[in-house]
């Protein structure tokens, strides 16, 4: 599969075991992948989802921390304090 150097690229393996880049990912699991411009993906399985992810690159720093992703680890620190507190979310969107 080609994809394009500049752009993010992000697998999740939703159904079987799969082999991305000759390497076994396991189901329902995460895969961030590195520059290129082209991509391998093999089932393991006789069945396989993969759901394949591509957005423009951030470039931007990253701290990550389970499933907060802010851009420094005070910034982290910061979110995970106010979800104690109860105050993440600060503006309530209705639909």
């Known amino acids: 599969m080609k994809t394009e150097r500049e752009r993010s690229v992000m697998l999740f393996t939703l159904l079987g075991d799969v082999y991305i880049g000759g390497e076994p990912v396991a189901e329902k699991t995460a ?3 590195t520059s290129g411009d082209q991509i391998e993906i093999k089932a393991a399985d006789e069945k396989s989802q ?23 680890k005070e ?5 995970f304090d106010d979800l104690r ?3 993440f979310i600060q503006d309530k969107i209705s639909y």
Request: aromatic letters at 6%; glycine letters at 8%; charged letters at 25%.
């Open 85 to 87: 507190k109860g105050t």
């Open 50 to 72: 993969v759901l394949f992810i591509s957005s423009r690159r951030l470039d931007e720093p990253v701290a990550w921390g389970g499933p907060i992703v802010m851009n420094t």
């Open 31 to 33: 895969v961030k992948l």
């Open 75 to 79: 910034e982290l620190n910061k979110a």
